[in-house]
């Protein structure tokens, strides 16, 4: 046991909650929940971090004292491009998309990038399968080809109840956050795996074809599987940190494994010559539509590069 100068004893655990104001929501080795205030300003605790903190005593409220160094951490830039750390110790991304609000692929495969970065793994779930085939369901070929890469894809009912014994099997052993578009039904399935939860819920807006945010900070939850999930705000748009170059291939197995084929080490595959994974764009053995979102989100890291 770690205890202070003066004999104080401390105890380690995991946040639960996001920080508000000057406060988190630390959960203890038993499970039992601490409101704990932050020892320092500059502490910043994600959901997800395992951390260092001294019970309540009687003359003192329990204390945050310092977050251990991260596993990975899930990130985007803020409206400033200042980093945002949405969640940390990730072992899996589970992607949430539904036949509404019609899915972007190009966040499906932003978040893959992200993943990769982290070296964590990826998933994509479907929800709502129950309205594919009357809501101009066109995602199936997407799905057919984040199955080839090696990505699971899942199709689930939160209201059906369908599927949820393969999304239970996919989140076991795993600390996985649960991401993607507002109002593919996350808070749904949550509720659905973990009944007691009833979290709010919300229907796509029909005026507009997007769902409302129903979840306004990460939040972590406990599968009697021994997974644990985090849960996520939802996104209209998402883009991970900058990278480099070299780095943003990464986020694209099938583009990092044919740029070991290109005439130039330093090629970034978007007018070289000799390039192997143009010529395999060519030849439609890499998907024209994930290379067009790696070089979108090339385009992207160095916008933001020289931006900040």
């Known amino acids: ?182 109002g593919t039904g996350k808070s749904s399935l949550l509720n659905a795996l973990l009944p007691d939860l009833d979290l709010a819920t919300q229907s796509v807006s029909a005026s507009l074809g997007e769902g409302r945010h129903t979840t306004t900070a990460s939040t972590l939850y406990h599968l009697d599987n021994g997974g644990r999930i985090i849960d996520s705000p939802g996104v209209r748009d998402y883009a991970p940190g900058q990278a480099l170059d070299g780095q943003v291939q990464q986020g694209f197995v099938e583009i990092e494994a044919a740029s070991q084929r290109c005439r130039f080490h330093n090629c970034v595959h978007m007018k070289e010559p000799g390039c192997a994974v143009i010529e395999a764009v060519t030849a439609q053995t890499i998907s024209p539509r994930r290379y067009e979102s790696y070089r979108r989100l090339l385009r992207l890291g160095r916008d933001l590069s020289r931006q900040y």
Request: net charge negative.
């Open 1 to 182: 046991m770690r205890v202070l100068a003066d004999g104080q004893p401390l105890a380690e655990g995991d946040v639960f909650g996001g920080p508000i104001v000057l406060r988190v929501e630390v959960e203890d080795a038993t499970g039992e929940r601490h409101q704990c205030m932050l020892s320092s300003r500059s502490l910043r605790p994600v959901t997800g971090d395992h951390v260092v903190w001294r019970p309540a005593t009687p003359s003192s409220q329990p204390l945050l004292l310092s977050v251990e160094e991260r596993r990975n951490a899930l990130i985007r830039p803020n409206a400033r491009g200042k980093i945002e750390v949405l969640a940390a110790n990730i072992t899996q991304v589970v992607i949430v998309v539904a036949p509404s609000p019609e899915p972007d692929p190009f966040i499906v495969d932003r978040y893959i990038a992200a993943a990769e970065f982290m070296t964590a793994d990826a998933a994509i779930v479907c929800n709502k399968r129950d309205l594919i085939g009357t809501e101009g369901f066109e995602f199936d070929a997407e799905l057919d080809v984040f199955a080839a890469l090696g990505y699971p894809t899942l199709l689930t009912s939160a209201v059906g109840h369908e599927g949820l014994g393969e999304l239970r099997d996919l989140l076991q052993s795993h600390t996985s956050i649960l991401v993607g578009q507002s």
